[in-house]
Nanobody, 122 residues
Framework: QVQLVESGGGQVQAGGSLRLYCAAS????????MGWYRQVPGKQRELVAH???????NYADSVKGRFTISRDNAKNTVSLQMNSLKPEDTAVYYC????????????????WGQGTQVTVSS
């Protein structure tokens, strides 16, 4: 079974740093896209950053210059380095990936991790 597991969340003061990790496991053939989303109560889940297998990246305007996404294709992992954190970065962060895997048949699917809490205090 394919699954995504996040780690690295926690509580930090404004201006601090945190690094999130996500590992994909299962009978994986390829992961075209991996990324991070975040969600706060009362709002829709929003894209933070994503990265393709070739290394092309996109970031939300609110995190440009502060966050860096990276991936290790051999290990099927993606990381999010978060620097200069602000209180408005507080949210549950979710790992997301489009994965081509082998189960009963070869198929493509969209997978989500269970989320990790990031809290930034002033």
């Amino acid at each position: 079974q394919v699954q995504l597991v996040e780690s690295g969340g926690g509580q930090v003061q404004a201006g601090g740093s945190l690094r999130l990790y996500c590992a994909a496991s299962g009978r994986i053939i390829s992961i075209p896209t991996m990324g991070w989303y975040r969600q706060v109560p009362g709002k829709q889940r929003e894209l933070v950053a994503h990265i393709t297998r070739s290394g092309s990246t996109n970031y939300a305007d609110s995190v440009k210059g502060r966050f860096t996404i990276s991936r290790d294709n051999a290990k099927n992992t993606v990381s999010l380095q978060m620097n200069s954190l602000k209180p408005e970065d507080t949210a549950v962060y979710y790992c997301n990936a489009e994965i081509i895997a082998t189960d009963i048949v070869v198929r493509s699917g969209n997978y989500w991790g269970q989320g990790t809490q990031v809290t930034v205090s002033s």
